[in-house]
Antibody, heavy 120, light 110 residues
């Protein structure tokens, strides 16, 4: 059974940093691109970042480029999101999502999410 | 302002059929597959329809998807109270590196 479990969310002051983790299980981790998608309170979904299976291809939404860094550790079956220079508008639930085997942009499994609150 | 446009809400009675529209452009829906996600209250999104009209294993065949040009639709037949959720369309956009989402449609089963 595919499982994605996020952790690392919390309350942080504007300008601060936070590192999110996503532990994956139930599939061959290196074969899949992984993504982060966020959802601000009461709002819709926004794609944040993606990383290919071997970390060759990494992409970011313009809204986080230069501030967030995605990475993965195959030995730990985990993907991470380092978030720096956080702003109030980064407040959201952050979901880890697996992209399908074909890398089509289809997110076939999602974690339960972790809440990040940026506030003074 | 979302790249893909969905109605904010729809409502229909139990056992009836409802459709949710998703409008885009030639750089996203017009040139790429559309996916639909269902988000039950307080839960994570779940893949509902992929590649325009395909159902993942375990998804009820009461759900169906279609696409024409730069628009797509999600249809739900035989509405049940458990279908009350937010529904999001999504598609790759040729000018971006990640998928774009619609603003979401809240379905109320009356």
């Amino acid at each position: 059974e595919v499982q994605l479990v996020e952790s690392g969310g919390g309350l942080v002051k504007p300008g601060g940093s936070l590192r999110l983790s996503c532990a994956a299980s139930g599939f061959t981790f290196i074969n899949y691109s992984m993504n982060w998608v966020r959802q601000a309170p009461g709002k819709g979904l926004e794609w944040v970042s993606s990383i290919s299976g071997t970390s060759t291809y990494i992409y970011y939404a313009d809204s986080v480029k230069g501030r967030f860094t995605i990475s993965r550790d195959t030995a730990k079956n985990s993907v991470y999101l380092q978030m720096n220079s956080l702003r109030a508008e980064d407040t959201a639930v952050y979901y880890c999502a697996r992209e399908d085997y074909y890398g089509s942009g289809t997110f076939d499994y999602w974690g339960q999410g972790t809440l990040v609150t940026v506030s003074s | 302002q979302s790249v893909l446009t969905q109605p904010p809400s729809v409502s229909e009675a139990p056992r009836q059929r409802v459709t949710i529209s998703c409008s885009g452009s030639s750089s996203n829906i017009g040139n790429n597959a559309v996916n639909w996600y269902q988000q039950l209250p307080g839960k994570a999104p779940k893949l509902l329809i992929y590649s325009d009209d395909l159902l993942p294993s375990g998804v009820s065949d009461r759900f169906s998807g279609s696409k024409s040009g730069t628009s797509a639709s999600l249809a739900i037949s035989g509405l049940q109270s458990e279908d009350e959720a937010d529904y999001y369309c999504a598609a790759r956009d040729d000018s971006l590196k990640g998928p774009v989402f619609g603003g979401g449609t809240r379905l109320t089963v009356l």
